[in-house]
């Protein structure tokens, strides 16, 4: 089976602080795809990252960075300094290479920054 | 490049009524998606076409629901009858490849409300 589970439904931060959204996600392929995207208020969703199932490192991208470990299934994504404008629903997303490639998406994660 | 593009961006009706959305992916885009997502949830899949033939709709009301990619580029979901619970967004999303490895464009969605 696949299934993505994003623990936290709701997270609040003032603003600066560092907050990590967990992502655990379950498959028996062994070649696949974990993505993050963003949902704000209006509605879209907005690509964060992509990662393959074979590469396992680590990636920063200014105030936002990823953490995949294979060995405990996790996909965490970290945003350091927090901003008001980073306020939204955060999504973790499963695609199986060998499955027509949709997407299997987390609950979310509705994240509030507050000044 | 242009995006996705989907339309009606709202659209209200009242039960039992029927319910018709567009999408146009990107050009070159062979595989094309449509989800529902219903509030504080996730995108869950409904139909994938890659082309103008379906490769997955085992999650499609087909009592109700049914769409079509006419000549493999713009495609149609339709609602008949609608039921409250078919209130939600509506997401067409497209991709070069039906696999994940080129990841997904989303459309910014039709928000449905069945009254």
């Known amino acids: 089976a696949q299934k993505v589970t994003q623990a936290q439904t709701e997270i609040s931060v003032v603003e600066k602080e560092d907050v990590t959204l967990d992502c655990v996600y379950e498959?028996?392929?062994?070649?696949?795809?974990l993505f993050w995207y963003k949902q704000p208020p209006s509605g879209e969703l907005v690509f964060l990252i992509r990662?393959?199932?074979?590469?396992?490192q680590n990636e920063i991208s200014g105030r936002y960075s990823w953490n995949f470990q294979k060995s405990t299934s996790s996909f965490n994504f970290t945003i350091t300094a927090s901003q008001v404008v980073d306020s939204a629903v955060y999504f973790c997303?499963?695609?199986?290479?060998?499955?027509?490639?949709?997407?299997?998406f987390g609950q979310g994660t509705e994240l509030s920054v507050k000044p | 490049e242009a995006g996705v593009a989907q339309s009606p961006r709202y659209k209200i009706i009242e039960k039992r009524q029927s319910v018709a959305f567009w999408c146009n992916p990107i050009?070159?885009?062979?595989?094309l998606y449509w989800y529902q997502q219903i509030l504080g949830q996730g995108p869950k899949l409904l139909i994938q076409?890659?082309?103008?033939?379906?490769?997955?709709d085992s999650q499609l009301p087909k009592d109700r629901f049914s769409a079509e990619r006419l000549k493999g580029v713009d495609s149609t979901l339709k609602i008949q009858p609608a039921k409250l619970e078919d209130s939600a967004v509506y997401l067409c999303?497209?991709?070069?490849?039906?696999?994940?490895?080129?990841?997904?464009?989303f459309g910014s969605g039709t928000r449905l409300t069945v009254v």
């Open positions: 999303a497209s991709s070069f490849s039906g696999t994940g490895h080129y990841g997904y464009t």
């Open positions: 498959t028996r392929d062994t070649t696949y795809y």
């Open positions: 990662r393959n199932s074979f590469d396992e």
């Open positions: 997303a499963l695609s199986n290479y060998n499955q027509g490639g949709k997407l299997i």
């Open positions: 050009s070159g885009h062979a595989t």
């Open positions: 076409f890659q082309n103008n033939g379906v490769v997955d």
